[in-house]
């Protein structure tokens, strides 16, 4: 018993000494990332109210003077900002573990984003709710039974090009686009019975929490503070939050009760039943906690899945698309390619064709590579004390990754701002791993622990409705137009100019 005891005191006594050195020896030995003079406070405000698109192009000038890592302090804490793949390697692959954490949340996502995945810290809860998405809704066979909701979805948008096309006028798509995406999410989350009323009372809230996110964002500074100077800002963003639990909790409980009735064997939707996020998460036990979700947490997550993959998805969509009708000449070998594999005179690329289309998944990448939708990934937090480089990265210091960086580092892509996606066919060609854990060359889903769970439902839905919409329709610039690839910053960055193209059906409807 007292040998026990004297093991049990001098190991918890090891590993605070193990801990204590670290500290001090780190700290003393290793300094932080340099950083740029600022003047303290309004400097932090000024980061602060900076889009993440400024935030990226400061960064970007401030790499070239300090070199690829570095630290600002921004609101109340400082951030240290990584732009070198091989650093983003070691954090992230090599490092996973340490580098897989959150920093706590702002006070607007303790109110909209509690137990979300995305805000949830390292450990079990966010562990059980990340694997809940993936095996239960993400997996591939699970993806597989939401194809007639794709197939619906796509005839809707062809239907409404065909329409907005009729009499010769160029189209502007992205609002289309966006809708596709969003009801795409929107099924696999309530399942496929939502009218399509519901979808835009949806859409409608949702949107405008997104649209307003940055001006919410400012109430995260001294929240004590801005609850009394920008009390009418916090009213707004309360009533926001009101009006998303006023649409959606609805549609959980629509869902817990047909699960009910399930239970009790009465068979109501028949064998079309396709099981949903939703279903899942009523299921779902938190495993800190030992309890299940409450409605409100369930609209969180709901609400992560929706928002997460509807703006990214929808950009990377219109980017890609916009090249096709910017470079006639790919567009004319993808077409080539679709028809060689769907056969002539098909009119409609079914999902297991795609992965005998690596032209496709070629341009696809490069969409991705050449315009990531995120310019940073969420921000990670240390578990520990850790050097990376020759700098110390403190225990829970905040760090973040330079994606478009990474994707257009000149050592790895030969003139990296050209749009080729056949630099993915070359020795690579579909084997190309986007997860980077061999090594990072891009990184548009983030990389390693945290790295995007909604990758492969992405992939699918561009590559789907890419080669469908090249095989349904000619796709032009508008005479006299040169297309442009000038930026802005929305939830993610989105053309500045939205593509606006004339649209022909190439086979008679
Ligand atoms: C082209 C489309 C998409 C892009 C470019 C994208 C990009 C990203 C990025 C950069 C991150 C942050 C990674 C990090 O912090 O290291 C992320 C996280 C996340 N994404 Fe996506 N995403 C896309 C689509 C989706 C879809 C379709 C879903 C859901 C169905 C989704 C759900 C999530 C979730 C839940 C997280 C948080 C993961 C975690 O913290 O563990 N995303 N995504």
């Known amino acids: 018993m007292e040998l026990w005891f004297l093991i049990l005191i001098s190991l918890s006594l090891g590993f605070f000494l193990k801990a204590l050195v670290n500290l001090v020896f780190l700290s003393q030995t290793h300094k932080l990332p340099p950083a740029p003079f ?10 602060l109210r900076k889009s993440t698109y400024e935030l ?13 890592m570095i630290t600002l302090h921004i609101g109340s804490r400082p951030v240290i900002f990584i732009a070198d793949r091989s650093l983003a390697y070691l954090a992230l692959i090599q490092n996973g573990a340490v580098f897989g954490n959150r920093p706590p949340a702002h006070a607007t996502s303790r109110v909209i984003g509690s137990n ?13 709710l990340r694997r809940n998405l993936t095996s239960e809704i993400l997996n591939p066979s699970r993806v597989k039974t939401f194809g007639h909701a794709r197939k619906w979805v796509l005839n809707n948008l062809k239907n409404q090009f065909d329409l907005l096309s009729k009499n010769g006028d160029p189209v502007r798509v992205v609002d289309h686009f966006q809708y596709a995406m969003f009801c795409l999410l ?3 989350c309530f399942g496929d019975k939502v009218e399509d009323k519901k979808i835009k009372e949806i859409e409608q809230v949702e949107r405008r929490m997104v649209v307003n996110h940055s001006r919410f964002n400012i109430l995260n500074f001294w929240p004590s503070l ?8 916090w009213a707004e963003f309360l009533q926001l939050r009101k009006d998303q639990e006023e649409v959606i909790l609805p549609l959980i409980r629509t869902r817990k009760r047909l699960k009910e009735q399930r239970l009790r064997n009465l068979n109501v939707e028949g064998n079309e039943y396709v099981l949903s996020y939703v279903d899942t998460l009523l299921d ?23 928002n997460g993959g509807t703006d990214t998805t929808t950009a990377a969509l219109q980017w890609i698309m916009t090249n096709l009708v910017k470079y006639p000449q790919i567009q004319e070998k993808l077409l080539l390619e679709i028809k060689e594999v769907v056969g002539e005179g098909e009119e409609v690329v079914k ?12 341009i696809v990448l490069e969409g991705l590579r050449r315009h990531p939708p995120a310019r940073l990934v969420l921000p990670h937090a240390a578990t520990t004390d850790i050097v990376l480089g020759e700098f110390l990265i403190p225990k829970n210091g905040t760090v973040n990754f330079m994606v478009a960086d990474m994707g257009w580092d000149s050592k790895v892509w030969d003139d990296p701002m050209a749009f080729k996606p056949e630099r993915f066919l070359d020795g690579e060609g579909e084997a190309f791993d986007i997860t980077g854990s061999r090594e990072i060359k891009m990184m548009p889903f983030g990389a390693g622990r945290r790295m995007c769970p909604g990758y492969g439902l992405a992939m699918l839905h561009l590559e789907y409705f890419v080669a469908n919409l090249i095989l349904s329709f000619e796709w032009k610039a508008v005479d006299g137009d040169d297309i442009d690839l000038s930026e802005k910053q929305e939830l993610t960055i989105v053309m500045k100019n939205p593509l606006c193209a004339h649209i022909s059906r190439r086979v008679a409807a």
């Open 284 to 306: 779902l036990q938190l495993p800190d906690e030992k309890r299940k979700l409450n409605e409100l947490e369930i609209l969180n997550l709901c609400n992560e899945f929706l």
């Open 116 to 128: 979300q995945i995305s805000t949830s810290f390292y450990g079990p809860n966010w562990r059980a």
């Open 56 to 68: 990226e192009r400061a960064i970007r000038s401030l790499n070239q003077k300090l070199g690829p």
């Open 186 to 188: 929107v099924f696999m």
């Open 226 to 233: 801005s609850k009394i100077v920008l009390r009418k800002r």
């Open 351 to 362: 999902e297991d064709d795609l992965g005998k289309m690596p032209y496709l998944k070629a």
């Open 38 to 47: 600022t003047f303290p406070i309004i400097g932090n405000i000024l980061w």
